[in-house]
């Protein structure tokens, strides 16, 4: 039985007309137990899709590489899964069950498992790259099994060139909320941006696989992750009280992702945020609201938070308002809501920066990455400074004021964007 708690940082403490109240919320999963049921063997409740790029642009070490890492993967899924394995290129193919069987997925066992990887040694790479045809194949998979939990890993080596964009955006939006995706891309030729859409949709994670001989170790990791996730999905609900605005909702940890426009309404105060299925893992969340200003020496409860799974709060935690007119109380920065609010920027302006020096505008670009400087000095993200000074040269660290670099690497470039989402935690106080 999986635990849940709750746990709220903030100043509560408010200035004389201040409205805005910010916390950061951390939330933590124990006994989640493993995906489908209580020990390592699914009860048929959980579903696995391995989607692998055979675009011609796969040709050689790609492909080779990919079909071990898909049969690796095929090896960490529990006996008892859901699963299939799909070839993408301008369409969708069922590698297995063969495209001739009569049932779209099958359950996980020796035998199947045998023949999965038969079927992926015979995969080959042709044709061109429309993965809107393979995330509508894996919807339409995973639609035909009682699965609860339904998770994909996508791989792909090149950009979306078969189709229009917007054919992409509306497949993501058709099957948003139907599985989570996992987003690799090996090499430099594909976009992190197009990755990036489908996983931040899809409850995933996007990186990238600088060499083929990686792939297998990722894929491998992904899986064993996905099977570790005994709860299927859970929400996190946010109460506001009358007249109260939410400003936002994000997850700020392991990494920034903003839940804010994924709101469902569950009642006239109380709004719905999905956070996918869960492991034995903590995350924590930024949540603002503003409240209508009260008299010095009021409080009120500006929100109530709760984790809720099948329909049943398993946490809460309470943001509170107190008005005061002692500066000692109120200009308190709580470090929990100023370290993730600079880490949330900071992906931002990596992100901006990278996409300025790609459109030529250096003198943007230089502006950015050298706040990305200083805010991942500021937040102690070491990861973040390491890779932005193979783009940078750093003059200045504390004052963000930086060089670009001439001829830089793509791939430290895609690393530095894939990773920018990526946070560090604080210390809670």
């Keep these: 039985m999986a635990d ?66 898909a049969a690796v993967a095929v090896d960490q899924i529990a006996d008892g899964t859901w699963f299939a394995v799909v ?145 299927a999905a859970a929400e996190l609900r946010v109460w506001a009280p009358q007249g ?4 936002f909702v994000r997850q700020v940890a392991p990494t920034v992702e903003d839940l804010t426009a994924r709101r469902s309404e569950l009642n006239a105060l109380t709004g719905a945020y999905p956070t996918g299925a869960w492991g034995d893992e903590s995350r924590d969340y930024h949540v603002a609201v503003r409240v209508a200003s ?4 009021s409080e009120q409860l500006a929100a109530r938070v709760q984790l809720a799974v099948g329909g049943e709060v398993v946490s809460s935690g309470l943001v509170k308002a107190k008005w005061s007119d002692d500066d000692a109380l109120t200009t308190r920065i709580s470090p929990e809501v100023a370290h993730y609010t600079g880490q949330a920027e900071l992906a931002s302006v990596i992100q901006e920066g990278l996409a300025a020096k790609a459109a030529g505008d250096e003198a943007t670009a230089t502006v950015k990455l050298g706040r990305a400087v200083q805010l991942a000095a500021e937040t102690g993200n070491d990861e973040a400074t390491s890779r932005l000074r193979k783009i940078v040269e750093v003059e200045n660290e504390e004052q963000g004021t930086v060089r670009l670099k001439r001829n830089t690497a793509k791939l430290d470039e895609m690393a530095l964007d894939t990773a920018s989402t990526k946070t560090t935690r604080v210390r809670k106080s």
């Design 244 to 247: 109260a605005q939410v400003l």
């Design 294 to 297: 009260r008299p010095v020496g």
């Design 87 to 231: 070839g993408g290129s301008h369409v969708a193919e069922r590698i297995f069950p063969y495209p001739n069987a009569r049932v779209s997925m099958v359950a996980m066992e020796p035998g199947a498992r045998e023949e999965a990887k038969r079927a992926i040694a015979r995969m080959a790479p042709g044709g061109g790259t429309a993965i809107s045809t393979w995330l509508r194949m894996a919807d339409e998979l995973f639609s035909t099994v009682p699965a609860a939990q339904k998770h994909a890993i996508l791989l792909t080596d090149g950009k979306n060139e078969s189709e229009a964009s917007v054919n992409l955006d509306r497949v993501i939006q058709q099957v948003t909320g139907h599985f989570q995706c996992d987003a690799r891309g090996v090499g430099d030729r594909w976009v992190v941006e197009e990755l990036r859409k489908i996983s931040t949709a899809l409850l995933g994670t996007v990186d990238l696989i600088a060499q083929p001989e990686d792939i297998a170790d990722d894929f491998a990791a992904l899986v064993q992750k996905a099977m570790s996730r005994g709860v």
């Design 4 to 69: 849940f708690t709750a746990e709220v940082f903030q100043n509560e403490f408010l200035s004389d007309g201040a409205t805005d109240v910010h916390a950061i919320v951390t939330v933590t999963c124990s006994g989640a137990g493993t995906a489908g049921g209580v020990g390592s063997t699914s009860d048929g409740s959980t579903a696995e899709i391995i989607i692998v790029d055979t675009s011609g642009s796969m040709q050689g070490r790609n492909m080779e590489s990919a079909k071990h890492a």
